[in-house]
């Protein structure tokens, strides 16, 4: 009867640790999915990623969180940027290179900064035509620029359709998100 007692007793107390165990990681997780509010928390998390563009993540509550990738898709036919691509990790000296339609362009150039996450510009500057701009066709375009350290880890590169007569209704502008 003493084996059965410790059997029965070495039994139970397995059974109390999955219990506690299980109602400790249900909660721990819970807690976890009460936090992610977007992509970044839920890729920290470590939930899976979905192979798409742009990529998903999935919690396991079942909510499906995008990543911000910017506006390149909607802008795809005016504008492209080769290099860097959207969340990729920047340092300066920064060359950029796309291309973009003739109409985007005034006098061979149109206008580019880069914005920390609070919106703050940290350079701007000019981006020229590498070749015949006065077409409908897409030209390609290449600018550097040299930029001190930014207090934020993300930003924004801006491209901004030149406008040279100051009308909103001519203004535009494709937003490409980057990492320090």
């Known amino acids: 009867m003493t084996k059965?007692?410790?059997t029965l007793l070495i039994v139970s107390a397995l059974i109390a640790i999955v219990l506690i165990s299980g109602i400790y990681f249900?909660?721990?997780?819970?807690t976890n999915l009460a936090s992610i509010s977007d992509f970044d928390s839920c890729l920290a998390s470590g939930f899976p990623i979905m192979e798409s563009y742009p990529r998903l993540c999935k919690t396991s509550d079942n909510r499906t969180f995008k990543e911000y990738i910017g506006n390149g898709i909607e802008k795809a036919n005016l504008i492209r940027v080769n290099f860097p691509k959207p969340n990729e990790l920047i340092k300066s000296p920064l060359v950029i290179t796309g291309e973009a339609r003739g109409s985007w362009f005034f006098e061979a150039s149109f206008p580019v900064r880069i914005a920390d996450s609070n919106g703050d510009t940290l350079v701007s500057g000019v981006a020229q035509a590498q070749g015949n701009w006065m077409t409908t066709d897409f030209v390609p375009f290449k600018l550097?620029?040299?930029?001190?350290?930014?207090?934020t880890k993300k930003g924004a590169i801006i491209f901004s359709k030149d406008n040279p007569s100051g009308l909103p209704e001519h203004d535009d502008e494709l937003v490409v998100p980057i990492e320090f």
């Open 4 to 6: 059965q007692l410790s």
């Open 26 to 30: 249900y909660f721990k997780n819970r």
């Open 144 to 151: 550097e620029f040299k930029f001190a350290p930014a207090p």
